[in-house]
């Protein structure tokens, strides 16, 4: 039982080779601007200024963050080779561990035990896989039982009884750090209250990024552009890819393919152990049991529509934790976003008929587009318990038809045992 | 068998010099008493046949494997290569048959990883690689990604790799195998470059044309051992042949003639991909009859997998048809197939011919798990008291050396589980055999019974498709004889007549270009002519 | 299909036992790490249950024996089925609509009710069998997606068909009818509450499981493709359609899982269900070496954790989630005790049979090498 499994599937994809154009970060910029702009215009249309205001962006921040550090770790994790579907029982490791160290000792210490707990779930996972070679996705599967375990086992062993806490919840925790640019976050606020197009939107999202911005977050970002710094800049981080793309040809120009492998995991287990810390330390100010809600799996989401690059997660973590604050916010904001993909579908319709001559998947989309923008019109909201649902459902239509696109690290999930290339 | 020392030029040590290397797998000694000398600035080939040792040897070179036996000498000096680190340390950079590169990094990460001490990851080793590919017109783009390179373009960076950690020893395994005639002939310009620069090659091969061309030196391989070193002027491709196949030709079967007049299988324009490049297959037709054995000869690589699988049903081809008598059974699937009376004695036995972590009478029933006796209740249920019956038949009349039918497949040696994928497969009665390289892995004595099976076979009337590169094999058991090169048929030969020599030659593509006297026997030319192909062939050529 | 011999079997509990062994040390340590009476957890969770116990550990284990062998269907064809959970979440919702109802009388209800959550269950699991087949997503990742997915599509049809019955504070599906319900056996002398009829299903399941693996045409084909998917090709399989087949499969199975529950217990779908089975499923069947009569016993073994720890906060004071980590521990050192035993199984019988054969005439090795 291999995390590859099968190779059936792979036989019957056909084999178009991907058109690479380089997309520098002109190009990205170009398409930033652009989302900006039809966010603006459907905004305008629907007259839901909540969509993008400052407020649901700032909101839509502070979820995307535990996100990403969870899909971080699993970057790390699959750059290496190593699938690690146990994110979500280090995280959970990690809430416990801020909980803990953060009401002893206070928030900072909160950061610091948080990853040390990662790091062990880490820790575990990589002896299983990398020493004794355990099916990694047992092991994942292994670790979420045992991460929710150790957390509510040491949750009622620590905290009741503790003034303030309790078997299921830590005491408070004193809050980390926050910053706010005071004169710019009003002036753009000012800019924002306007609703002119694109300009308030530009500046609803500059206000979001300096306002009520935790330390945290920040060190997140930072960990973003060290990992991407890290992992495609140096030679540490040549060896570590190496290892998840070929490890049999690392191992033969001299790459300990095992060292590298095993760290990755441990690392891997601290990103998600920080992304914990940020759910109890900055979103909770305890720790709480059930926290996590899946996050993990999130993250794991996050990395693959990313495809596999810091960036991409990145994107990935920000969408999904969009719309995991703006279902909290009420369900006239995903609404609004009805009509714009019965917009993109009818669009992408009309030109697979009329460009590709395409005609079966053109009415498909035809359709559906149809199908969406009939609900648009017919509800108000859409029902909150499925816009949860929204991060599965995106990454699973991108693994259906985008999966030529997906570069995954070639050799992620294979078992590897030194010398076995030869 | 080593040159002797007084004949080189004093002063120069030899680049490489082996000495009684010997090398023991469970149930196999791959080397024995290995002894050559390589000198420097030389292009040496070794040559020798499929399964000959010539594989292990080079990893033993490359420190990926320990001699158990013997001295290696670099350079006048002993060394001990414990693994790939040290043989780079020592100036030996191996490029594989089998690229070890790495798809969706740039030929630069895949150039540096490990050696990023060298020029760093950046301009410095960006330029470093530029400059190599210049002086030995490589022609590389470090910044190209290797998923889009062809497979020439593939060979010539896990050269440059070598070159950039300072190899002046390198060691090219089969580095031919999947280039076109035009590919090959800038490979050996670029090794006549890296000797003009002092460089010493060795060669790797069992084109014996090719290896005349480019090398200056030549050691025979033949079952492990080194039969000798000879110089390429002094000697032809069928000379190189006999010394290569040995020269005690197998005498061919006296018996009489089994082949009928009534057509069992038939085979008729196969083509099969050509796309970009050269089709694996191309306009393959062939008939064999109640009662014949038509073997096709040919170095593996060259096509004659795809025809099985494409016969069997695994592979759809591009065209062509395959008839089973007058059936055609071009669109069938694989169970049809094999339910309609074709046996299939698999190359790879252990990925297509067993389940090895099954017991035996689980394995005798795989292949047939629609047919008598492997079922009961109308095909629904498994017979598993029927098929240990029989399996305990199989075992006694095929002579498998078990202790029962419950151990594992895994656990039988290679002989004895491929006798018992034979005996399976004719206790179906078959119309047709589909026996690849029937023999291959194989010990001696189980070898000679499995040939006594196929002869079997033939006395029942079926039709037999023998693929072999075992010269002896082919011309013992065949009663036609054709010969595969880059997927055309290009040669029959009737194997009363026919030498191993001619045959070599003809699979290896030697054909009239090896020089001294060659008569061709019957039949039409014995290597196609060589048509320059200016597309570069596309990845399926590749097989591992 | 392994002959019974005193080596075969001691092998196969040596792992299981081992494991236990390392669970029960691991665990002991961490106890004693955290200051806490570890004497005391042994004893409340090793003691031999009350009769009252003794019925939750056979229904707790018919549920999860369920659930197993769904998983280990998958297992046996090397597919990863990690969506039992989400699986038996949309069974059991739609089985509890259909069954509350009440359409049909008595217990032609409850049967076709079997069939409604079956049916669902293999739906549910198909979309991930279809995207690996005609995609080649892998069945992990899907699988995974659609647990979570799962749960929000049931969340919003359930709001939608919710009702608060007459003096409760929850909200819940139409109950199932009286005659729907099932008492239960009362196999357990001293014990007031019942063992969930459904054990038979169970039963049932685990002989299908059982016959149609070991003893089918169908079973072989799809064991071979799980062994060897090149082997399984050359020998006739069209393993695409196995694929889906044996996923549609893993996942009726798995819509069972939630039936002796509803059926014995809840007779409704409401806010109380349980989660996690599934990932339990996937241990169990490991423990249980995806054998019909294995699981059974891990899947009692797992029970029988589960309810004795439930006392632990009271007798011991320690939170009763620390089986968590004896389970999570057992699953590591089973799986990797497993495959040491498994290399040195296949050592010790290929030294075997070389030294069975050696004593016959020898054959000479062959001078071919690694292939060239």
Same mark, same amino acid.
């Given at each position: ?21 380089? &997309? ?44 990403? $550090? ?23 490791? %990690? ?22 707990? %990662? ?64 004169? $710019? ?58 290892? %998840? ?33 940020? $759910? ?39 969408? &999904? ?79 259906? &038809? ?21 | ?106 030929? @630069? ?255 005798? +029933? ?55 994928? +034979?005996?399976? /497969? ?39 498709? @023998? ?5 002896? /094999? ?71 | ?36 009476? !570890? ?17 939750? !550990? ?57 069939? !409604? ?235 075997? !049979? ?19």
């Amino acid at each position: 039982m291999s995390a590859a499994g099968l190779e059936v599937g792979a036989k019957t994809v056909a084999d178009r080779p991907a058109k690479r154009r380089r &997309f520098g970060a002109r190009e990205w910029l170009i398409v930033v601007a652009a989302a900006l702009a039809i966010l603006s215009i459907l905004r305008i249309v629907t007259d839901t200024p909540d969509i993008d205001s400052s407020g649901a962006l700032i909101a839509g921040l502070a979820a995307a963050v535990p996100i990403a $550090l969870a899909g971080l770790g699993g970057l790390w994790s699959e750059r290496a080779g190593v699938v690690n579907i146990g994110l979500e029982g280090m995280m959970i490791l %990690g809430t416990w561990g801020a909980g803990f160290c953060g009401y002893q000792w206070g928030p900072w210490a909160g950061v610091a035990g948080a990853i040390v707990m %990662g790091m062990i779930g880490g820790l575990i996972h990589a002896v299983a896989t990398v020493i004794f070679g355990v099916d990694q996705i047992v092991s994942g599967v292994a670790i979420n039982i045992i991460g929710l375990g150790v957390a509510k086992y040491l949750a009622v062993r620590f905290f009741t009884g503790v003034p303030g806490g309790g078997p299921t919840q830590s005491p408070q925790i004193d809050s980390l750090p926050n910053f706010t640019v005071a004169p $710019l976050s009003d002036a753009l606020g000012n800019l924002e209250g306007k609703g002119w197009f694109f300009i308030s939107d530009l500046a609803a999202v500059l206000r979001a990024l300096c306002t009520n911005l935790s330390v945290l977050t920040i060190l997140t970002v930072l960990l973003f552009v060290g990992t991407w710094w890290l992992l495609w800049r140096t030679p540490f981080g040549l060896r570590l890819r190496s290892c %998840g793309e070929s490890p049999v040809a690392a191992e033969t120009l001299g790459v300990n393919v095992i060292r590298y492998k095993f760290l990755a995991v441990v690392l891997s287990g601290g990103f998600a152990g920080l992304g914990g810390g940020f $759910l109890a330390l900055v979103a909770a100010h305890i720790y709480r049991d059930g926290q996590t809600a899946g996050r993990g799996y999130i993250g794991l989401a996050a990395m693959i529509f990313g495809n596999w690059r810091p960036g991409g997660l990145l994107a990935g973590a920000g969408l &999904f934790g969009y719309t995991d604050a703006v279902q909290l916010r009420g369900g006239g904001n995903v609404h609004a976003f009805l009509l714009l993909f019965a917009v993109i579908l009818v669009a992408v319709g009309v030109w697979q008929i009329v460009r590709n001559r395409r005609l079966v998947q053109g009415i498909l989309a035809l359709v559906v587009g149809g199908l969406v923008a009939w609900w648009f019109f017919g509800s108000d909201a859409v029902p909150p318990e499925l816009t949860g649902t929204t991060p599965y459902v995106v990454t699973l239509l991108v693994l259906a &038809f985008a999966s030529q696109r997906l570069r995954m690290p070639a050799a992620d999930g294979k078992i590897y045992r030194k010398g076995e290339g030869h | 068998m080593t040159q002797p020392a007084a004949q080189q030029p004093t002063g120069a040590a030899p680049a490489v010099e082996l000495e009684g290397i010997t090398k023991r797998f469970p149930g196999v000694v791959a080397n024995k008493d290995i002894a050559f000398t390589v000198k420097r600035g030389t292009v040496h080939a070794i040559v020798g046949e499929n399964g000959a040792g010539k594989s292990t040897l080079m990893k033993i070179l490359y420190g990926v494997q320990r001699p158990d036996e013997g001295t290696i000498k670099v350079n006048g000096q002993v060394v001990e290569l414990h693994s790939p680190s040290d043989a780079i340390n020592a100036g030996i950079g191996m490029v594989f048959q089998h690229f070890m590169l790495a798809d969706n990094l740039t030929v @630069l990460e895949n150039v540096v990883l490990g050696a990023e001490k060298l020029h760093g990851i950046g301009d410095a080793a960006r330029q470093e690689i530029v400059k190599i590919s210049d002086s030995y017109k490589l022609g590389v783009d470090p910044d190209a990604l290797v998923a889009d390179l062809g497979v020439g373009a593939r060979q010539r960076i896990e050269i440059l790799k070598v070159l950039y950690r300072g190899a002046k020893i390198l060691i090219l395994d089969e580095p031919t195998a999947v280039l076109v005639p035009q590919e090959v002939d800038e490979l050996f310009d670029q090794l006549a470059e890296l000797k003009d620069e002092g460089l010493t090659v060795l060669f790797i091969s069992h084109k014996l044309d090719e290896v005349l061309k480019v090398a200056d030196a030549i050691t025979v391989i033949r079952r492990g051992t080194t039969i000798d070193t000879v110089d390429p002027t002094s000697v032809n491709a069928r000379q190189l042949a006999e010394l290569m196949v040995g020269s005690e030709l197998p005498s061919p079967t006296t018996e009489e003639s089994t082949v009928t007049d009534r057509v069992l299988l038939r085979v008729e324009r196969l083509v099969l991909g050509g796309g970009t490049g050269r089709p694996v297959l191309d306009d393959i037709s062939f008939t064999i009859h109640a009662g014949e054995v038509l073997g096709i000869a040919g170095v593996e690589g060259n096509g004659q997998a795809e025809i099985v699988e494409v016969i069997m049903g695994m592979r759809e081809p591009t065209s062509g048809e395959v008839y089973l008598g007058d059936q055609d059974i071009s669109d069938w699937h694989v169970r049809q197939i094999r339910e309609a009376g074709v046996g299939y004695i698999p190359e790879d036995r252990h990925r297509h011919g067993l389940l090895l972590e099954a017991p035996l009478w689980e394995n005798r +029933i795989l292949g047939h798990q629609t047919e008598e006796p492997n079922i009961e209740a109308g095909g629904f249920l498994i017979d598993a008291k029927d098929a240990k019956a029989d399996t305990e038949r199989i075992v006694k009349e095929y002579d498998v050396r078990t202790p029962s039918i419950f151990v594992t497949a895994g656990s039988l040696s290679g002989g004895n589980q491929q006798k018992l994928i +034979i005996g399976r /497969e004719m206790s179906h009665h078959p119309k047709v055999l589909i026996a690849a390289h029937p023999t291959r892995g194989v010990d001696v004595g189980a070898q000679s019974s499995i040939w006594d099976h196929i002869r079997a076979a033939r006395r029942e009337g079926l039709a037999v498709l @023998l693929i072999s590169a075992d010269l002896e /094999e082919l011309i013992g058991l065949s009663d036609t004889i054709q010969v595969i090169l880059r997927g055309k048929l290009t040669g029959e030969f009737d194997p009363d007549t026919v030498t191993a020599e001619d045959l070599g030659a003809a699979m290896t593509g030697a054909g009239d270009k090896s020089g001294a006297g060659d008569e061709t026997d019957a039949g039409p030319a014995t290597a196609s002519p060589r048509h320059t192909d200016p597309t570069p062939t596309d990845a399926t050529e590749e097989r591992s | 299909m392994s002959r019974l011999n005193p080596r075969r079997i001691a092998l196969a509990l040596a792992a299981p036992v081992l494991a236990l062994v390392v669970a029960f040390i691991v665990t002991s340590i961490i106890l004693l790490l955290f200051g806490d009476p !570890v004497g005391d957890v042994w004893k409340t969770i090793l003691t031999w249950p009350r009769p009252r116990q003794q019925v939750q !550990v056979i229904n707790a284990a018919t549920v999860y024996y369920i659930s197993a062998i769904a998983v280990a269907i998958g297992f046996r064809m090397n597919l990863f089925n990690i969506g039992v959970d989400g699986q038996y979440r949309v069974a059991v919702f739609a089985a509890a609509v259909f069954a509350g109802q009440a359409w049909l009388p008595g217990i032609l209800n409850v049967l076709v009710a079997l069939v !409604v959550a079956m049916v669902t269950g293999g739906l549910w699991a198909g979309i991930a069998a279809y995207l690996k087949v005609k995609r080649g997503v892998s069945e992990v990742i899907s699988t995974i997606m659609l647990n979570a997915i799962a749960t929000g599509v049931v969340s919003w049809l359930f709001a939608k068909v919710a009702v608060r019955p007459e003096g409760s504070n929850v909200v819940q599906t139409k109950d199932i009818p009286e005659s729907s319900r099932l008492e239960g056996f009362a196999l357990i002398p001293g014990a007031t509450n019942r063992v969930y009829s459904m054990i038979l299903l169970a039963i049932v399941v685990g002989f299908l499981y059982w016959f149609i693996l070991g003893k089918t045409r169908f079973g072989y084909d799809l064991r071979a493709t799980g062994r060897s998917e090149t082997a399984a090709v050359a020998s006739g399989v069209n393993v695409p359609r196995m694929v889906m087949t044996a996923m549609i499969a893993s996942g009726a199975v798995g819509g069972l899982v939630g039936m002796p529950l509803l059926f014995g217990q809840d007779f409704n779908y409401g806010t109380t269900i349980q989660s996690g089975l599934g990932f339990a499923g996937i241990g169990i069947a490991l423990l249980g070496r995806n054998n019909a009569v294995g699981i059974a016993f891990a899947a009692v073994l797992w029970a029988f954790l589960d309810i004795q720890s439930n006392a632990l906060q009271i007798q011991a004071g320690v939170a009763q989630e620390i089986v968590f980590i004896i389970q999570g521990v057992i699953l590591f050192a089973v799986v990797i005790a497993y495959e040491l035993i498994r290399r040195a199984d296949k050592r010790i019988e290929q030294n075997r !049979v070389a030294k069975e054969l050696a004593s016959a005439p020898k054959a000479q090795p062959t001078t071919e090498g690694a292939p060239a």
